[in-house]
């Protein structure tokens, strides 16, 4: 069974920058795309970025300047830097994960609330 445990959330001020770290357990890392979504106070769910395994990532385009993604195969793990943070960033960031292949994401972690004060 996979499970996912992100980390990594805080408070900060804007203009800072954070890094969440979710750790990868329960299967062959290397066969699933990975990825980071957010969710704020009385809004939908956004894909933040993915990475397959030997890819480059994916990003939504208001966020590709400022946030980067990379994951360590060898760690099972994904992180997700994200850098000049706004107040509009404060969400729960949940890491994602799917077979290589499938549509939805399948497996998700509990979440970590990024809170950006201005």
């Known amino acids: 069974q996979v499970q996912l445990v992100e980390s990594g959330g805080a408070s900060v001020q804007a203009g800072g920058s954070l890094r969440l770290s979710c750790q990868f357990s329960g299967s062959s890392f290397s066969l699933f795309t990975m990825a980071w979504h957010r969710q704020a106070p009385g809004k939908q769910r956004e894909l933040v970025a993915a990475r397959a395994s030997g890819g480059s990532a994916y990003y939504a385009d208001s966020l590709k300047d400022r946030f980067s993604m990379s994951r360590d195969n060898r760690l099972n793990t994904v992180h997700l830097q994200m850098n000049s943070l706004k107040p509009e960033d404060t969400a729960v960031y949940y890491c994602?994960?799917?077979?290589?292949?499938?549509?939805?994401?399948?497996?998700w972690g509990q979440g970590t609330q990024v809170t950006v004060s201005s």
């Open positions: 994602a994960a799917k077979f290589r292949g499938e549509g939805d994401y399948k497996y």
